[in-house]
T-cell receptor, first 109, second 113 residues
Framework: GQSLEQPSEVTAVEGAIVQINCTYQ??????LSWYQQHDGGAPTFLSY????GLEETGRFSSFLSRSDSYGYLLLQELQMKDSASYFC??????????FGGGTRVLVKP | AAGVIQSPRHLIKEKRETATLKCYPI?????VYWYQQGPGQDPQFLIS???????DKGSIPDRFSAQQFSDYHSELNMSSLELGDSALYFC????????????FGPGTRLLVL
């Protein structure tokens, strides 16, 4: 089976940097994805890492270390609109996603 | 750009009734996934289809069934509804010929009374 661990909540101020860690245990692994979800909204794809290293997409970056079964999402120059839940998810055989419990990010002025 | 379409967006049913949720994937996407998300929970994988064939099955109750049609749209049929079935149901689509990223629809909010 699959299990993913991420912090339940993070609070930061506008302009700050937040790092959300994700550790996983899987029986099969194709890659680590990150999704953003606002309350009542749909998960929105942010990034995907299949190989070790850092992927940068604007203010958001994602990192993966397969040997450590660990990844993180880095949110830079935080804005109020970044207040949302962030999920890491593992893609396994068949490409089905198993999600972590989600990290609620609260951005304060 | 076209996104995943789900209908209805909201649905209210009584216990023991049936419900049908529809999903229209992004054009040229060949794979559809269904997820269930309870309040404060993470999305749970239910079932997926590739080229109209079931490709994987997760924690989907026997009371639920799904299929993908020739136009690639998918329907999730839910029977003998229970109070615990109240949740957000998301459909996602991807392309096996592309990067396989899953793009989620807006979801159907089902309330069982």
């Amino acid at each position: 089976g699959q299990s993913l661990e991420q912090p339940s909540e993070v609070t930061a101020v506008e302009g700050a940097i937040v790092q959300i860690n994700c550790t996983y245990q899987t029986s099969g692994f194709y890659g680590l994805s990150w999704y953003q979800q606002h309350d009542g909204g749909a998960p929105t794809f942010l990034s995907y890492n299949a190989l070790d290293g850092l992927e940068e997409t604007g203010r958001f970056s994602s990192f993966l270390s397969r040997s450590d079964s660990y990844g993180y999402l880095l949110l830079q120059e935080l804005q109020m609109k970044d207040s949302a839940s962030y999920f890491c998810a593992v893609a396994a055989a068949g490409n089905k996603l198993t999600f972590g419990g989600g990290t609620r990010v609260l951005v304060k002025p | 750009a076209a996104g995943v379409i789900q209908s209805p967006r909201h649905l209210i049913k009584e216990k023991r009734e049936t419900a049908t949720l529809k999903c229209y994937p992004i054009p040229r996407h060949d794979t559809v996934y269904w997820y269930q998300q309870g309040p404060g929970q993470d999305p749970q994988f239910l079932i997926s289809f590739y080229e109209k064939m079931q490709s994987d099955k997760g924690s989907i109750p026997d009371r639920f069934s799904a299929q993908q049609f020739s136009d690639y749209h998918s329907e999730l049929n839910m029977s003998s509804l229970e109070l615990g079935d109240s949740a957000l149901y998301f459909c996602a689509s991807s392309s096996q010929r592309g990067d396989e990223t899953q793009y989620f629809g807006p979801g159907t909010r089902l309330l069982v009374l």
